[in-house]
């Protein structure tokens, strides 16, 4: 059975289906025939937990070869190589829900946005809150400021 879930958005989310075993499940992805390199994808494969991913090769948008490759052993050892990484991100991660969850109240309609500005300072994300739909306060007035690299 479909049912819908609430949103105020247009876009609606339905939830519901038939169970699969995730082993019927391949990531889908295509590059050009000259390049041979899969590292940069090993992020996404471990977050989506598929070990299958169905490779397209194409010389200018025409493909030109299709292959099953299993992605098990490179997804693991990406994560064992990026266990540091993965530590910080989840580390972040609960730092941002803690931070957002102590200054909303359960039926507070409050929004926030991650900036990430690269120019101004590679090394600080900043937590900010949005008025009124899509406007947002200036990264200066953020409620929240945090070096990335663990310093205040």
């Known amino acids: 059975m479909v049912m819908p879930v609430a949103s105020s958005h247009r876009l609606q989310l339905l939830t519901g289906g038939i169970s699969h075993n995730t082993s019927c499940l391949v990531e889908i992805k295509s590059r050009e025939t000259r390049s041979q390199n899969t590292h940069d994808i090993l992020a996404q494969m471990w977050l989506s937990q598929q070990p299958t991913m169905f490779m397209g090769r194409h010389s200018r948008g025409s493909f030109t070869s299709t292959e099953l490759i299993e992605m098990a052993e490179e ?21 941002l829900y803690g931070l957002v969850s102590a200054t909303t109240k359960q039926d ?35 409620a929240f400021e945090r070096n990335v690299h663990g310093q205040a």
């Not at 190589?81 to 530590?87: E, G, M, R, Y």
């Not at 991650?114 to 994300?125: E, G, M, S, T």
């Open 75 to 95: 997804t693991k050892a990406w994560e064992t190589q990026s266990t540091l990484q993965l530590d910080l991100s989840a580390t972040l991660l609960s730092e």
């Open 108 to 142: 507070d309609a409050r929004r926030f946005s991650l900036l990430y500005l690269r120019d101004k300072d590679p090394n600080v994300l900043q937590l900010v809150e949005r008025r009124g739909g899509q406007d947002m306060l200036a990264p200066e007035d953020s």
